[in-house]
């Protein structure tokens, strides 16, 4: 009977679940990253070349199967066999994972370069509360900078709060805002919640600052007995 022991025993596949969001943006259907992930677990174990049949029984495929979707991964770049040797000069191959990830890499590198897609509707109610606002329409470089902000990744909640905070200090510019988010940036507050907890926090502290008495001014005792001798002394003269 299998038991929790058996389980444990059995141990875990440690794969990043952006090879499972990404797989087949890198060219891989399902079975082809199966099979990727059955290399990853032999590799695991210290396997770095099974059998193609040992392959086809634990993925229920024939071995025909197994060899056709290796040689579609290595055409695909994502797994490369290499051929080593011991000391004793003997060689041997062993799958070659890495080229998935090297591929996976890429990829979230140019996706980074890529500005950022702006929701439309999210755009207009800004654009909407801005001009509500400010009380005008805005110009095509000020929706331009709106349209930034959303693309470098600010929230648009955050965005609504430096807006508030810029209308608060009377102060209805895009580049008094852009500053405010930039100072937020600076101190790594990326939501609407962190930044409500650090403008108490400094609230906090003011109203302490400022309930503090002002320490009294400690004046100098002066002996009245030495000024009445003084006084006596310079009228002797």
């Known amino acids: 009977m299998f038991s929790l022991k058996d389980f444990l025993a059995a141990g875990t596949l440690n794969v990043s679940n952006l090879l499972f969001d990404s797989y087949a943006k890198l060219g891989l259907n399902a079975e082809e990253f199966l099979l990727w992930l059955e290399l990853s677990r032999y590799r695991q174990k210290g396997i770095f070349f099974p059998e193609a049949a040992d392959l086809g029984e634990a993925m229920g495929f024939s071995t025909e199967k197994i060899y056709l979707l290796l040689e579609k991964l290595t055409a695909k770049k994502a797994v490369k066999i290499d051929t080593k040797r011991t000391k004793q000069g003997i060689?041997?191959?062993?799958?070659?994972l890495d080229p998935l990830y090297e591929k996976l890499e890429k990829l979230l590198q140019e996706e980074a370069q890529q500005p950022k897609k702006v929701s439309q509707s999210t755009l207009k109610r800004l654009l909407e509360l801005f001009q509500s606002e400010f009380g005008r329409v805005l110009s095509p470089m000020e929706i331009e900078t709106v349209q930034f902000w959303l693309q470098e990744g600010y929230s648009s909640e955050l965005i609504r709060l430096a807006l508030k905070e810029a209308v608060l200090n009377q102060a209805y510019s895009l580049k008094y805002i852009d500053r405010i988010l930039i100072s937020w940036e600076k101190k790594n507050l990326a939501s609407a919640e962190e930044?409500?907890?650090?403008?108490?926090?400094?609230q906090s502290y003011r109203e302490k600052t400022q309930a503090q008495p002002e320490p009294k001014k400690v004046l100098p005792k002066i002996s009245l007995v030495n000024l009445l001798e003084e006084e006596k002394g310079e009228k002797t003269k």
Not at 195 to 202: F, P, S
């Open 195 to 202: 930044v409500e907890a650090d403008q108490k926090k400094h």
């Open 91 to 96: 060689s041997y191959d062993v799958f070659n």
